[in-house]
């Protein structure tokens, strides 16, 4: 036996230690009698797998119970009033209208930003909807005179009245309307506030409405 290779006694000591942190196994992958599992082994990963599986149980019994007490919140209160957008609608006197929130209430175009909140919720007066009238109004809700720069509300253009003052919303070729309605006489009006057609009251009261007298002589009255 030779002389003895220095440092050889650290070198075992630590080939030692080795084979107790990494034991050999016996060829067939078994670990070494004597010898620890490491902590992670099958015992571990049942435990692990486990705890896990009933998370996940938990937290779909947590999900479902949750969307079960969603489902019967709705069922007792409803659903939330959906708030559509600005509609228009037709109102009993076959005018332009605004539709309220409530999809019943049809409040007259001219009604609409006149300081009344007509509908229940007063989205007739809505801020951001009167803050620069006409600009702001919906369209439908607005009718351009002769005049450019003049505008009324579209409920009020055929209506008979010179709303316009130029008569533009009565008369081609700025509008079409109908013929006079059963209450109205046509005539070339001698009055500011009608256009062609005067209504029938004013027929044989003994003042000209018309240009022509014909309210005084012809019109059968009301």
């Known amino acids: 036996m030779g002389p003895p290779v220095p440092g050889g006694w650290s070198w075992e000591l630590e080939a030692r230690d080795m084979n107790k942190i990494f034991p050999q196994g016996d060829g067939n992958g078994n670990a070494a009698a004597g010898t620890k599992a490491l902590p992670g082994g099958e015992g571990f990963g049942s435990l692990c797998c486990s705890r896990r599986g009933a998370c996940l149980s938990a937290f779909l019994l947590l999900l479902l119970v949750t969307l079960a007490a969603l489902i019967a919140l709705v069922t007792i209160l409803g659903l939330p009033p959906r708030t559509p957008g600005v509609q228009t609608c037709v109102t009993l006197m076959n005018r332009t209208g605004f539709l309220c929130h409530d999809r019943r209430s049809c409040v007259p175009a001219s009604r609409v930003c006149d300081g009344v909140r007509t509908c229940a919720q007063g989205e007739d007066e809505d ?19 002769g005049d450019p720069t ?11 009245i010179n709303n316009c003052g130029d008569c533009s919303d009565e008369l081609s070729p700025v509008t079409a309307c109908p013929p006079c309605g059963p209450g109205w006489w046509r005539c070339p009006s001698t009055v500011f506030k009608y256009c062609d057609c005067i209504p029938r009251v004013l027929c044989r009261d003994h003042t000209q409405h018309c240009s022509d007298w014909s309210d005084e002589y012809s019109c059968p009255g009301p």
């Open 127 to 145: 801020e951001a909807m009167c803050r620069d009238v006409p600009q702001s109004l919906p369209s439908f809700l607005v009718a351009r005179c």
């Open 150 to 160: 003049s505008w009324i509300y579209s409920d009020q253009k055929c209506d008979g």
